[in-house]
């Protein structure tokens, strides 16, 4: 199984990202993706969910509304939209999988089968 990350960069403030996440050996079509990030230092924090089958998402305080999730079935790739960027935006972002229907828990990264290598986002004047 392989999580690919790609889609940072670095940008100004009120920038925008599109971040990708391709799979290879599982299929979005049984297993939730989720998005976390991390500074040096802190903990990892969760961004957002989208669950297999319905669809449904989910997002991190404040964070609806700037940041889409969405997944394209046919590429079996899951993408993060990225908007309205601003400084404590940055950080490396992650894309994790994980089977079945994960819901309310989503933002618990220790239920996750399995992690990309992450993608860095820098967001500076």
């Known amino acids: 199984v392989q999580l690919v990350e790609s889609g940072g960069g670095l940008v100004q403030p009120g920038g925008s990202l599109r971040l990708s996440c391709a799979a290879s050996?599982?299929?979005?079509?049984?297993?939730?993706a989720g998005w976390f990030r991390q500074v040096p230092g802190k903990e990892r924090e969760a961004v957002s969910y989208?669950?297999?089958?319905?669809?449904?998402?989910y997002y991190g305080n404040s964070l609806r509304g700037r940041f889409d999730i969405s997944v394209d079935r046919a590429k079996n790739t899951v993408y993060l939209r990225l908007g309205n960027l601003q400084p404590e935006d940055t950080g490396v972002y992650y894309c994790?999988?994980?089977?079945?229907?994960?819901?309310?828990?989503?933002?618990?990264?220790?239920?996750?089968?399995?992690w990309g290598q992450g993608t860095q986002v820098t967001v500076v004047a």
């Open positions: 994790a999988a994980v089977r079945g229907l994960y819901g309310d828990d989503w933002y618990n990264k220790n239920g996750y089968n399995y």
């Open positions: 989208i669950e297999r089958g319905d669809g449904r998402t």
């Open positions: 050996g599982l299929s979005f079509d049984d297993y939730g």
